[in-house]
């Protein structure tokens, strides 16, 4: 009769290859595991999203366009973050308010 059952090496070189599928699977969930680490400590290492913006004019002498919400989604790329104070005194000094967001209410700021 012949002998079918695998040799003692065969079963063992059968196990390396089960272990090293293993190990490289484990490094993967290690892998997505400091990824996603790494995007919490990035989330959590912003600074948060200004109240207000100031969206300032197309060149340095150019005086700013318009106040806007922190969150409104028409401020340009050219907007900056101020203070609730700063965006109280842009108004006053005539920076129009945004027509979408309209921080000049958010603000409680009556003109004139």
Known sequence: MH???????????ILERVQQADVERTRRWIAAEERDQERQ????????????LLE??????????????GQC????????????????RW?????????HCRPDSGLGYLDG
């Open 56 to 69: 300032l004019g197309l060149n340095r002498d150019s005086p700013p366009n318009l106040i806007h919400e």
């Open 91 to 99: 108004l006053a000094e005539g920076i129009p308010a945004c027509t």
């Open 3 to 13: 002998d079918s059952t695998p040799s003692h090496l065969a079963l063992l070189c």
């Open 41 to 52: 400590r990035g989330t959590a290492a912003r600074p948060p999203q200004p109240e207000w």
């Open 73 to 88: 989604h028409t401020a340009g790329k050219r907007a900056r973050g101020i203070g609730h104070n700063g965006a109280l």
